[in-house]
């Protein structure tokens, strides 16, 4: 059973540039969290999808960034006109049904985005 | 606004000693996690603290969880060196259909 799984795993965009972060989820998961890591700090939440729902995207910034996750394939983190400061690592997390018994968020290896 | 606070952040320790990492939280929360995470690594899952006066144990790492006094250990016997890593504690607010809170990590370096 594979885990969760993120590509790219290194990303390098010039400023301006658009980034698009890919997660799959570990099987039977339909459930995706997204979070970034800067550097020295512990993770932060950002949002909270089902498939084809945003559950929670209150730890999205207001502009420039945007997650799906469709019906068919990955969960998708987007970051247009990218700045030096969104250079972070980005994790995505999967989970079954939440809030049922011991469920817990599996972690994907993260994609490292520099901004150049 | 959910607030988890770890202490210390920053640990050096001698191989052989015990020591304990604290995170306390602001909220009422009935699950808490523990990760450990190496450098440019992903986040390793060793604990999933359920309830009110929860214990586990997996070698040498023992995580409890008080969830009256808001208040979770990670506690270390006889470290070694493999042990070097950060870790995170993470609460879940709500009833399990949230985002993580993650604490700030505890970087943990464990000398020869």
């Known amino acids: 059973n594979a885990g969760v799984m993120q590509n790219p795993r290194h990303l390098v965009r010039r400023r301006g540039q658009e980034a698009r972060l890919r997660c799959s989820p570990m099987?039977?998961?339909?459930?995706v969290y997204w979070y970034r890591q800067l550097p020295e700090e512990g993770l932060k939440f950002m949002v909270y999808?089902?498939?084809?729902?945003?559950?929670?995207e209150s730890g999205m910034p207001k502009e420039r960034f945007s997650a799906e996750f469709p019906k068919e394939g990955p969960s998708i983190l987007r970051i247009q006109q990218v700045v030096r400061g969104d250079s972070a690592a980005y994790f995505c997390?999967?989970?079954?049904?939440?809030?049922?018994?011991?469920?817990?968020?599996?972690f994907g290896p993260g994609t490292r985005l520099t901004v150049t | 606004e959910l607030k988890v606070e770890q202490n210390p952040l920053f640990l050096s320790m001698q191989e052989g000693k015990n020591y304990t990492i604290y995170c306390n939280y602001s909220?009422?929360?009935?699950?808490l996690y523990w990760y450990r995470q190496d450098p440019g690594k992903s986040l390793e899952s060793l604990f999933v603290?359920?309830?009110?006066?929860a214990v586990k144990q997996e070698g040498r790492l023992m995580a409890s969880l008080d969830t009256k006094a808001r208040l979770s250990t990670l506690h270390i016997t006889a470290a070694v060196h493999d042990l070097s890593a950060t870790y995170f504690c993470?609460?879940?607010?709500?009833?399990?259909?949230?985002?993580?809170?993650f604490g700030k990590g505890t970087h943990l370096i464990i000398q020869p």
């Open positions: 993470a609460v879940e607010e709500g009833g399990g259909a949230d985002g993580l809170t």
């Open positions: 999808l089902q498939k084809e729902n945003i559950i929670d």
């Open positions: 603290l359920l309830s009110n006066g």
């Open positions: 099987k039977g998961h339909s459930h």
């Open positions: 997390a999967s989970s079954s049904y939440p809030g049922t018994g011991a469920y817990e968020q599996y």
């Open positions: 909220t009422t929360s009935d699950r």
